[in-house]
């Protein structure tokens, strides 16, 4: 079932970075890429790290506490020591708000 939901204003969604919102007591990661959104959630699927603390470079962000990696659109980890996919969420953007769908 979709769920959008309302979780930040499109101009609190940095430019080639990445923030975090509390949506529903979970985090969840919003990145700003060429004008687009993407969301997935924060924390990595190797460890108890922020992914807001990482480092986004293109479409990939790299997790700061071991240096693994994902695809922002797809969720594969692309760098090892991450291996199991993060979650990712569809988003649109309506009236300067980003809305995700949490399913
Ligand atoms: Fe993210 Fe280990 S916690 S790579």
Redesign the pocket.
Known sequence: AENWTDVSALADVPDDDVTAVMVGGAELALYGVDGTVFATDNI?T????RLCDGFLDGHEIE?P????KFDIRSGHATCQ??TDPLRIFPVKIENGRVFVDLG
């Open positions: 990595c190797h460890g108890h790290a997790c506490l071991h240096q693994g020591p991450a």
